[in-house]
């Protein structure tokens, strides 16, 4: 039964041969898929979020950052292992791959989510298609239980391994043989926060106010808060406690809550999170106050930001909150593993600069509220285009330069 494995999309061994970053091969068919997906798959959010980002003008956009004059070619074949709780995850990291020049091996948890079945299922039919031949050759979208033959074998003969996943997972895929010179990324648990300008929100009218309570919907409420990048923490920058402020966080989750009531809540997952909900109000130290604005969101509010902020985590619809100068807020909460700051009402470049002076620990992205999940080749501080080619070295055509 371990070594059982059925084959979701392309092959089941994909060539090794290398080929240019952003190969026109490549760029056609992730054309092709985009223009099928966001026409018959609307009705799912996140893979008609990821038929969108795979539009051509959109990679050769991501191209135009590598036209630097160096030369590069693939590695040969990555070996993807994506979280199974965040949908079309693999899609993102498979793309990565073929963009940087490689073919791409797959491995999907057999109990994927629907998203994942039907993306396999869009681009099996494309690659199946005579004029993409070629692209099939170089794709492999396989499930199979995680500690089957076909992964140690997929992970002993690649140029390349990316996993995302708890660190547990990347520590099992770590004690098993690889290739000497494979490159590898690593994706381990990481949490992420919102910086919101409490003043600001207090003068949003409620036209804008809804605008950013459904881009704050899509950072968390989309992806069940699986996501690494999705919001747990929200921080209000505030310098004292009022009237007028409480009434601006009030109004604001009331209208977060008004977007999360097309929130698919489960018995479930409201199981899960009251169980949460709990158990953080029984350990937590220090005073909290917890808000409940209907069954589809939750807060915390503390009153202290408690030095284990990164095992501290959100669900369904359930967020921590502070308030204060955020500047204070960050060096607390800035630990290795925190991952993306969101924000609205402060400065970007305010927020870099803090960061850079206080050598704080963490904080690979910087973005504003809406686009936590707006993947990226730099992605946690990492180049997936660089790390997953290999550049050529030539020597100077100016030795005087």
Known sequence: MKDEVVILAGVRQPETEPWELFAAPVLEFLGQLSSEIRRERKQYEQLAAFGFWCRRSHMEEFGKRYEDGRSRLGRGVIFHIPAANVPVLFGYSLVMGLLAGNSCSV??????????????????CILKRPEYKGMRRRISVFSSQRDSLAVREALSGCAGCVVWGGDRTIMEIRSMPIRPDAVQLNFPDRYSICILNTLQLGYMTEEELKYLARRFYNDTYLLDQNACSSPVFVIWNQEEESKEAENARVRWWSAVAGEARSYDLTAHKAMIKYELLCSYAMTLDGETKISRYGNRLYTIRLR??????????????????????????????ASIRLQTITYHGIEEQEIVDFVIKNHLFGVHRIVPAGRAA??????????????????????AQDASV
């Open 107 to 124: 491995r999907i948890s057999s109990k994927c989510q629907e998203q994942d079945q039907i993306l396999c299922r869009i681009m099996d």
């Open 304 to 333: 202290d930001i408690p030095s284990n902020t990164d095992q501290l985590r959100g669900a369904f619809g359930m967020f921590f909150e502070y308030r204060g100068d955020w500047r204070k807020a960050l060096i607390r909460l």
């Open 374 to 395: 707006d993947m990226d080749p730099v992605w946690d501080g990492q180049d997936f285009i660089a790390v997953l080619s290999r550049q050529i070295g030539r020597e």
